[in-house]
């Protein structure tokens, strides 16, 4: 997730108004930023890594002359946040400039073709071929417009995007096109913007068009044309008037971060899908070497840890360790070796605890590998290879769709590891490749139709005292991570443990009307799932449990149950059944007055052991 803007104003300079949007667009990326404007058919650039207000410091983004221009604020995905990967990027002559928000899926092709070409790239970012892939367009077809080669390059393009192109052939426009990332037009009598998202403009007006997949937009001091990308047909598009205060407008109209980051998790997934496939292959080939593989993490991350210790085994017949980070020193730093593998996985790539487990592995010649959020964070450096997990900013203290998208890269993972290590039949890779494609549309449906639903669920159980998580298998993942994010935030005790358990110690606990969370998807566990679940009703117990839609044998024992929609993948499951439980976490910390995107005590990124 980046942050783009662009004005065209009919008169004075555009790249103050530029730097002020991009800040209000911070909360979008922030280590790099860059701005380009035209001026009498001149490109000027400034940009640079680093969060706006050091790079301005540094460049003074403000001094860059004319009426038009274009800006960036960036969460690196492809390259690490240096200044050559900076946005804006620029074809060979230096006379089209681009500013992108998306994955480029097919960058790698483009790339070596127009490399072959003759084109010499200076970055290593999908971006940068779109900016070469219009010069090469244009050379081809000199009697093209603008617009029109433009719209002939789009059509090479493969993946989600939002861009914001100049060019010096026709210096008095700015052209947007949209698939998937979001695009938004405002407009006032000063000249028309382009943005990520309305908060950007919202100071200097609140008349917004909204911009759909497979559209373009021509923007000029006069106003804005609409355009399908398929045909070019002109869209007929008013504005209307946006009614959020700022505040409201960078949450997008949620109350809080976490509702709107639970919410964006099937784009987020989408994204996560995008990863190219060779630095999966890569960091396959170093587990496949690795005589044990430990997966370090803390917290939520060390729940996805544990989840991917069942995709590992169950797909891979790779046994895998989930360690907390906390503990890897006292519990393996002495037999940890050359031989060993670590994989450690973090959202922010800054946590202490998991950064040291990490250099006491590397200072025994262990192989670290990473998978974090923050492209260019401590663990990205010190890594021997590492993957981003495309979640874009993270506001909320709870983690949610980094969590997820974690999931989703260790399951490709896992898969990548079957396949190589031959260990489970083509087919059977087939369908879980089908079915993890299909999991944002899941995820979607969860939230649109069971959302309402755990509302009132919070509200029946808010004032219970504590609250168990039971689960079986992988499921046991989903219930640990479910309990985190209820005690974290509604400051509810709960406890969770694989379901199995109960009878050696916890049932102990369970009296009349004791709330349990059972995760039961129909997967190999559901039988004993089903019995532990009578085991908690014998003692008075209050089910809720999360279940595959339809699944009549658990509604018939439980008092509430949410739906999940059928024929999920046991070792994919995590995903889509984790979500329910966001949403009851954050539904019960609302009901209880408390704010969920600052629990108590706690800190987004914990840089202290
Ligand atoms: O940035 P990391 O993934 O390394 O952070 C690990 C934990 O601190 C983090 O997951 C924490 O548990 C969250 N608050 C959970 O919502």
Redesign the pocket.
């Known amino acids: 997730m980046c942050g783009i803007f662009g004005c065209v104003l009919k008169e004075g300079n555009a790249a103050p108004i530029i730097h002020t949007s991009l800040k209000r667009l911070e909360y979008r990326g922030y280590d790099s930023v860059g701005i380009a404007t035209l001026n009498n058919k001149e490109i000027q650039i400034k940009k640079d890594q680093g969060k706006i207000d050091e790079v301005h410091q540094r460049l003074d983004l403000n001094n860059l002359e004319g009426n038009i221009g274009i800006g960036h604020t960036r969460w690196a995905t492809h390259g690490a946040p240096l200044k050559i990967n900076s946005h804006p990027h620029t074809d060979c002559k230096g006379d089209i400039v681009v500013v992108h928000n998306g994955i480029i899926e097919n960058f790698l092709e483009l790339k070596a073709e127009l490399q072959n070409l003759g084109h010499t790239f200076v970055s290593k970012t999908d971006t940068e071929v779109m900016a070469h892939l219009i010069e090469e367009t244009q050379k081809q077809n000199p009697k093209l417009t603008f617009e029109q080669t433009v719209l002939e390059s789009l059509k090479r393009i493969e993946g989600s995007y939002a861009f914001a192109i100049l060019s010096t052939q026709e210096p008095n426009k700015i052209i947007c096109a949209r698939n998937e990332s979001p695009l938004v037009i405002g407009i006032n009598n000063q000249g028309v913007f382009c943005a990520s998202d309305v908060p950007a403009f919202l100071s200097v007006t609140n008349q917004a068009v909204m911009i759909n997949n497979g559209e373009l937009v021509i923007l000029t001091a006069e106003g804005y044309e609409i355009k399908k990308i398929s045909d070019a047909s002109p869209i007929t598009r008013t504005p209307i008037t946006i009614e959020w205060t700022p505040e409201m407008a960078v949450k997008q109209g949620y109350p809080h971060f976490m509702i709107k980051e639970i919410h964006e998790q099937p784009q987020v997934l989408r994204n996560t899908l995008r990863i190219q496939d060779h630095y999966l292959d890569l960091l396959c080939t170093f587990l496949d070497r690795a005589n044990e593989v430990f997966l370090v ?6 729940h996805a840890c544990l989840a991917a210790s069942y995709m590992f085994s169950k797909l891979a017949y790779l046994p895998t360790y989930p360690v907390y ?1 906390s503990e890897f020193l006292e519990q393996h730093g002495k037999s940890v070796n050359i031989d060993s593998t670590i994989l450690a ?7 202490a605890d ?1 950064i040291a487990a990490v250099a006491c592995a590397q200072q025994r010649a262990a192989t670290v590998l990473s998978l ?2 923050v492209i260019g964070s401590t663990l990205t450096r010190i890594s021997r290879v590492y993957i981003g997990t495309q979640a874009g900013p993270e506001i909320g ?4 769709k ?2 997820t998208s974690q999931l989703s890269v260790l399951a490709q993972l896992a898969l990548k590891l079957a396949k190589k290590r031959g260990k489970i039949s083509q087919d059977e890779i087939d369908c879980l490749e089908e079915k993890l494609q299909e999991l944002p549309n899941v995820v979607d449906t969860i939230v649109t139709t069971q959302e309402e639903k755990i509302k009132q669920l919070a509200k029946k159980y808010s004032d219970s005292k504590i609250f168990f998580f039971l689960g079986r298998g992988i499921s046991t993942a989903t219930a640990f991570e479910g309990r ?2 209820l005690m ?1 935030i509604a400051y509810i005790p709960a406890i969770a443990f694989p379901a199995g358990e109960s009878k050696h110690g916890p049932i102990s606990l369970v009296e009349d009307g004791f709330p349990v969370v059972f995760v039961c998807p129909k997967d190999d566990t559901h039988k004993t799932t089903i019995s532990n679940i009578m085991e908690m009703k014998a003692r008075g117990a209050h089910i809720i449990a999360i279940i595959e839609e339809g699944d009549q044998d658990i509604k018939n024992l439980a008092e509430d149950y949410i739906e999940v929609p059928k024929d999920i993948p046991a070792v994919l499951s995590p995903i889509p059944y984790s979500v329910p439980l966001q949403l009851l976490a954050y539904y019960t910390a609302v009901e209880k007055g408390y704010d969920p995107d600052m ?1 108590r005590n ?1 800190a ?3 840089t202290v052991k």
């Open positions: 993490a803390c917290g939520t991350s060390y980070a996985v973090s959202q922010s790539g800054e946590t998991t974090t959020n203290v709870a983690a949610t980094t969590f985190l994010k974290e629990p706690l987004k990124s914990v």
